[in-house]
């Protein structure tokens, strides 16, 4: 019996990001070389990395190395094809810029938005060169790669058209996906990738994903995706999970965490086997924690319990402090540092709200950080004492702006 056609459905690697100011390269080298060993170990014909490659739309030096080697690895390995597509962190230009060198060894590389849909649509063969899938590799769809602007479109309409655009686009590549599988001499899965929210879809609070269009709820619903379709690669969303309860549609999540929210969680990446006599076959291969992270939480003998047991265990963890506690401690930094000093502990970030909260009234305690930039936006507008009437007008200018500046700029801070 022939071995089935393995593929390896990854994402939202977020190469080069920090955490509270600390940079991650060791963490990331780790990993890229983990999925080296389990792409070999697991026999993997195609793997896919379905966008947010980088953090950044301009990554440095040190995580561009990271990259290149990882890539000639792969392209050394016995798995056969590497697919990658861009994220809304991605620059298009630069993840594309040597694609055409790329290509020859079998590193398949999707920036952007093509002009024909069937240029999305790749036909991938064996070590024999008979052909073995077609991968639709669907990029981030940009506002502007899918409609026209119109004056006075409300902020529904504009939802509407974006999710219908979306949901042509894939109907287009698919149907070139699948006049192409018609072509040829024997039948071969078509597997399609994107980068988008899909309905549903579960974001951990302060993981790292932003929704990818300001000010709106614009995402498509299950069915957007064709069922000529035998799996759908999705990235964006960094919590591992099925769309509308789906098999077959896919999130692999990010392979580390995001921030200490995500901490604790379990990593994976999709392992989809393709047979001819059964549909796909999907298990989930965990991902190793290469930088243990914890958040601390309490009042100051529960947080300085539990530092010394993390100091016992002699292992690098990186902290997160949130005192809880009724008493107002002024010196909690000092305290902390104390009990981790000498030690593996690294606290990157410490919050202390009880001393933040001392000097403000009920009404002014809310910080920044819980606030989102809209409703600081919004909070602006009743502090000049904006007419009612004149509100509408200024929000809707106030999300297209935010909208145009970060699909220019992903990391603005928004």
């Not at 192409?180 to 993981?207: C, E, N, T, W, Y």
């Not at 392992?271 to 009042?299: I, N």
């Not at 949130?322 to 930094?333: K, M, T």
């Not at 009990?339 to 009920?362: D, T, V, Y």
Request: proline share 7%.
């Amino acid at each position: 019996m022939p071995s089935p056609l393995r593929v390896l459905h990854t994402s939202d690697w977020h190469l080069g990001r920090m955490l509270h100011g600390r940079q991650r390269h060791e963490e990331f080298a780790a990993f890229l070389s983990w999925l080296h060993e389990a792409a070999c170990a697991e026999r993997i014909d195609i793997l896919l990395a379905a966008g947010d490659i980088f953090d950044t739309a301009t990554p440095g030096a040190k995580t561009q190395q990271l990259y290149y080697d990882f890539l000639c690895r792969m392209a050394a390995s016995p798995c056969r094809h590497l697919v990658i597509t861009a994220g809304n962190h991605d620059s298009p230009s630069f993840l594309s810029a040597p694609k055409d060198l790329l290509r020859r060894f079998d590193i398949h590389v999707i920036g952007a938005k093509a002009a024909l849909p069937s240029d999305e649509a790749l036909l991938l063969r064996d070590a024999d060169g008979q052909p073995e899938a077609v991968v639709c590799a669907v990029p981030y769809l940009r506002d502007r790669d899918l409609r026209c602007a119109a004056p006075g479109q409300s902020d529904e309409e504009r939802e509407r058209d974006l999710a219908e655009g979306i949901r042509r686009h894939y109907a287009e590549v698919c149907a070139a996906a699948a006049a192409l599988r018609q072509s040829l001499p024997r039948p071969v899965p078509i597997i399609g990738m994107g980068h988008l929210f899909a309905a549903g879809g579960s974001v951990v609070d302060g993981d790292g994903s932003r929704s990818l269009y300001v000010g709106s709820l614009a995402c498509v619903e299950a069915d957007a995706f064709p069922p000529a379709l035998d799996y759908v690669a999705l990235g964006h969303l960094h919590a591992p999970q099925k769309v509308g309860g789906s098999e077959t549609r896919r999130y692999s999540g990010s392979p580390l965490a995001m921030s200490f929210a995500d901490a604790g969680r379990q990593k994976s990446v999709c392992v989809v086997d393709f047979t001819p006599d059964s549909g796909p076959q999907v298990r989930l291969l965990p991902v190793p924690v290469f930088q243990e992270l914890r958040s601390l939480r309490g009042a100051w003998p529960e947080i300085a319990a539990e530092l010394a047991r993390l100091r016992a265990e002699q292992h690098s963890v990186w902290l997160e402090i949130v005192y809880q506690g009724e008493e107002i401690i002024s010196d909690l930094r000092e305290r902390a540092e104390a009990a981790a000093h000498g030690s593996r502990l690294e606290i990157l970030r410490l919050c202390n709200p009880r001393l933040n909260a001392q000097s403000l009234s009920p009404e002014d305690s809310e910080t920044l950080a819980e606030l989102s930039h809209e409703q600081v936006f919004r909070r602006c507008l009743d502090s000049h004492r904006v007419p009612e009437t004149q509100r509408p007008g200024l929000l809707a200018a106030y999300q297209e702006i935010t909208r145009e500046l970060l699909e220019a700029d992903p990391q603005a801070g928004l």
